[in-house]
T-cell receptor, first 113, second 110 residues
Framework: NAGVTQTPKFQVLKTGQSMTLQCAQD?????MYWYRQDPGMGLRLIYY???????DKGEVPNGYNVSRLNKREFSLRLESAAPSQTSVYFC????????????FGEGSWLTVV | RKEVEQDPGPFNVPEGATVAFNCTYS??????FFWYRQDCRKEPKLLMS???SGNEDGRFTAQLNRASQYISLLIRDSKLSDSATYLC???????????FGRGTSLIVHP
């Protein structure tokens, strides 16, 4: 029962470095999401992909890019990491937009120093 | 920006107590509603969907009040294991973007 798998689980970056968070789901879901969660801020949507081949900005897209590689995979890239991007990142997926039970990965803890 | 508001708490209750949380939403066109549970340093997980007629799952009851634009979660006979943050989620429909509240923290003590 893999569900949503994201890697890495933990990462420390230096300011200015780049990295990609990987996410894959095995539930044949159409929609995928990247959220960040900060204390007191709740979950904030960075980017989403309603279906394979499409991506759209969420609430806080600046400093990030995404790729919906195929139906299963949705990656998040930080091109030039900043300390403000220190956060917990959650990848998620849902079957269809109107069947919005969202399944989350276990999270990626990112620290930018 | 559409808003989903929750009292952050914490709600500090003894075992066996009944506790209720509300979540208000601003978009009257919202169509589907959910409660998620998030344990410390874990991912959110679906607790239950909220149906127009209200629904119950064991000790948990969820209700929707469209007129006043809020959903509620009632937990009866609280257990220590109920300690967590409860997130409400509202979906407008026709939109791929579910909106999360910031969560309500529940602490159940012996």
């Amino acid at each position: 029962n893999a569900g949503v798998t994201q890697t890495p689980k933990f990462q420390v970056l230096k300011t200015g470095q780049s990295m990609t968070l990987q996410c894959a789901q095995d539930m044949n879901h159409n929609s995928m999401y990247w959220y960040r969660q900060d204390p007191g801020m709740g979950l904030r949507l960075i980017y989403y992909s309603a279906s394979e081949g499409t991506t759209d900005k969420g609430e806080v897209p600046n400093g990030y890019n995404v790729s919906r590689l195929n139906k299963r995979e949705f990656s998040l890239r930080l091109e030039s990491a900043a300390p403000s991007q220190t956060s917990v990142y959650f990848c998620a997926s849902s079957e269809e937009f109107e069947k919005n039970t969202i399944y989350f990965g276990e999270g990626s803890w990112l620290t930018v120093v | 920006r559409k808003e989903v508001e929750q009292d952050p708490g914490p709600f500090n209750v003894p075992e066996g107590a009944t506790v209720a949380f509300n979540c208000t939403y601003s978009n009257s066109a919202s169509q589907s509603f959910f409660w998620y549970r998030q344990d410390c340093r874990k991912e959110p997980k679906l607790l239950m969907s909220v149906y127009s007629s209200g629904n119950e799952d064991g000790r948990f009851t969820a209700q929707l009040n469209r007129a006043s634009q809020y959903i509620s979660l009632l937990i009866r006979d609280s257990k220590l294991s109920d300690s967590a943050t409860y997130l409400c989620v509202v979906n407008e429909g026709g939109s791929y973007i579910p909106t999360f509240g910031r969560g309500t923290s529940l602490i159940v003590h012996p």
